[in-house]
């Protein structure tokens, strides 16, 4: 049974995480353009302008998805509660994995949306 609990908290990092982090990307982004912290590509970090719609976009997407993938992930466990530990291992990789897959997911509609409202030289339409 405890290794129910550590799988469940686990797979509750990653929503948990993307609603955080989500949330202090779209309400608070980072004042100065670095290449250690924040959303970094080279089309967000272009000038302020490009970083800081990059941040709102992302961030608002990452606080929604968490929200959205963290009730099935709650409830994908449940059935599983007093099953074995391989089917509560390979469940709870199965749903890690399409949690990490969506996350990297989300890089694609910034990116398109920074495409469709800025030039490749960061000067928006």
């Given at each position: 049974?405890?290794?129910?609990?550590?799988?469940?908290?686990?797979?509750?990092?990653i929503?948990?995480?993307?609603?955080?982090?989500?949330?202090m990307?779209?309400?608070?982004c980072?004042?100065?353009?670095?290449?250690l912290?924040?959303?970094?590509t080279s089309?967000s970090m272009?000038?302020?302008?490009?970083w800081?719609?990059a941040?709102?976009?992302?961030?608002?997407?990452w606080?929604?998805?968490?929200?959205i993938?963290l009730?099935p992930?709650i409830i994908?466990?449940?059935?599983f509660?007093?099953?074995?530990e391989?089917?509560?291992?390979?469940?709870?990789?199965?749903?890690?994995?399409m949690?990490?897959?969506?996350?990297?997911?989300s890089?694609?509609p910034?990116?398109?949306?920074?495409?469709?409202?800025?030039t490749?030289d960061?000067?928006r339409?």
């Amino acid at each position: 049974m405890w290794f129910w609990w550590f799988m469940f908290c686990c797979d509750i990092l990653i929503p948990v995480t993307m609603i955080a982090c989500g949330w202090m990307m779209w309400k608070h982004c980072p004042k100065n353009i670095n290449g250690l912290m924040g959303y970094r590509t080279s089309r967000s970090m272009k000038n302020m302008d490009t970083w800081k719609f990059a941040h709102e976009h992302c961030g608002e997407l990452w606080w929604k998805i968490g929200w959205i993938i963290l009730i099935p992930s709650i409830i994908v466990h449940i059935p599983f509660y007093k099953t074995d530990e391989n089917t509560i291992g390979v469940v709870g990789g199965i749903l890690a994995t399409m949690q990490v897959i969506i996350l990297i997911a989300s890089i694609f509609p910034t990116e398109r949306a920074l495409k469709r409202n800025f030039t490749d030289d960061g000067i928006r339409r």
